[in-house]
């Protein structure tokens, strides 16, 4: 009878184990189909794919870490970290789990978390070198600068001829303005590897930054020599040929770049800019409204598109893009400031007056919004307080308020 009994739990155990093998596999199944739609674009049925995947084995670390993927790339951190908080709990000795959520957390703006995470993943493995080197990378998003020079230090001591340590190194020294450090590691590392596509680039930036552009202009085209396909090159040099005025040479560059990055809001955006220097006001917009397309947040471009619309004289929509500017950027003065001139333009002046005030408030030596806002009094027949702000504005140091008080204020 005992030996019966070992059988039926044998059986009971060994059934439970080829259930739970099956949910295992239709899960991976699943995950394969939801990874295919991902590849062509289908992000909505790739998540649902996933969320099956999941509901179907809910152990299946996998799927969350792929779920994550996909609701970090379409900017829902938040139910990201989620999915990376379970897979940790299913896998909490796995490195990449920690390193994939800090990620994550740096762009839900949780530095704090990050740094955490990042930590654990060390400490995991104190000798991976290869996830000391994501830690770099990690502390470079942040901004954490010191921290990053102290890792690439700790590695450049096991491999002093690591061009990627170097160019990292470079980098740092670049975004904290220190132009001649940065040129130096980049001329040493230039000298032993003269195929390096992007210590080229990186010194076309500086040059850039030093308004040296024709030396920026050849940084770039040695960049593109080595490696024709580099986007980010022939846009580098667009911007440097723009600074100088080769608006066709800046043009070339540009399509050349958005056919090899097409995707690139960034590109669609110089592109615009480009194309408004050179006159061709609505290829500007078609420009401005891929570059938005593609990043409905970019500030920038909704700025510059706005603006664009005020001059063609349409003023609802260009009302409509400073409002959602203001909404994403309520701090900026000069969101205030625009909104205030389009509000001019429909003749409403107290609303106008008030964006103005706004924009004052952010930003008390704001020249230009006491000039508008001085306006907006006179031509409301507030006449004091508009020769007031005009007095303020000159003080500022902007000639037109000058020019105003003169005309409307009689001195």
């Not at 440097?240 to 399509?255: F, H, S, T």
């Not at 947040?297 to 510059?304: G, V």
């Not at 006179?378 to 140091?397: A, E, K, P």
Request: negative net charge; hydrophobic residues 40%.
């Amino acid at each position: 009878m005992k030996n019966l009994i070992v059988v039926f739990i044998t059986v009971i155990c060994f059934d439970k184990s080829l259930s739970q093998t099956s949910q295992r596999l239709e899960s991976n199944y699943l995950i394969q189909l939801a990874d295919t739609k991902l590849k062509f674009g289908n992000w909505e049925g790739a998540l649902q794919d996933y969320t099956n995947a999941i509901a179907t084995d809910n152990s299946n670390a996998e799927a969350y870490m792929k779920r994550a993927y996909l609701n970090e790339i379409t900017q829902r951190f938040q139910a990201a970290i989620e999915d990376y908080n379970v897979a940790i709990k299913l896998n909490p000795l796995s490195i990449y789990f920690y390193d994939k959520r800090a990620k994550a957390k740096i762009l839900a703006m949780d530095y704090k978390g990050a740094i955490d995470d990042i930590n654990k993943a060390v400490s995991l493995n104190p000798d991976d070198t290869e996830i000391i080197s994501h830690r770099i990378d990690d502390f470079i998003l942040m901004g954490e600068y010191e921290n990053a020079l102290s890792d690439i230090d700790s590695l450049i001591i096991k491999d002093p001829n690591s061009s990627d340590l170097l160019l990292k190194k470079g980098l740092i020294y670049f975004l904290e303005n220190d132009l001649t450090s940065c040129k130096k590691i980049l001329e040493d590392l230039i000298k032993t590897n003269n195929n390096s596509s992007i210590a080229f680039d990186l010194e076309g930036m500086v040059y850039i930054k030093m308004e040296q552009y024709e030396d920026a202009i050849n940084s770039f085209t040695n960049a593109i020599k080595i490696n024709p396909e580099f986007a980010l090159a022939y846009y580098n040099r667009a911007i440097a040929n723009r600074a100088i005025g080769r608006l066709e040479d800046a043009k070339k560059d540009i399509n050349i770049a958005l056919e090899i990055s097409h995707d690139a809001p960034n590109i669609y955006f110089a592109r615009a800019l480009i194309k408004k220097e050179a006159g061709d006001i609505d290829g500007a917009l078609i420009d401005y409204n891929n570059a938005i397309g593609l990043s409905p947040d970019y500030t920038d471009a909704l700025y510059n598109r706005a603006f664009l619309k005020k001059f063609l004289g349409n003023y609802t929509e260009a009302f409509n893009d400073v409002e959602k500017l203001i909404q994403i950027e309520p701090e900026l003065s000069s969101n205030w400031n625009l909104r205030g001139n389009i509000s001019l333009l429909f003749d409403d002046f107290n609303s106008a007056i008030d964006d103005y005030s706004k924009a004052i408030s952010i930003d008390n030596n704001y020249k230009e919004a006491y000039y508008n806002r001085g306006l907006a009094y006179i031509i409301s027949y507030r006449l004091t307080n508009g020769c007031q702000d005009l007095i303020t504005s000159g003080n500022l140091g902007y000639t037109p308020a000058i020019n105003a008080h003169i005309l409307f204020c009689g001195q």
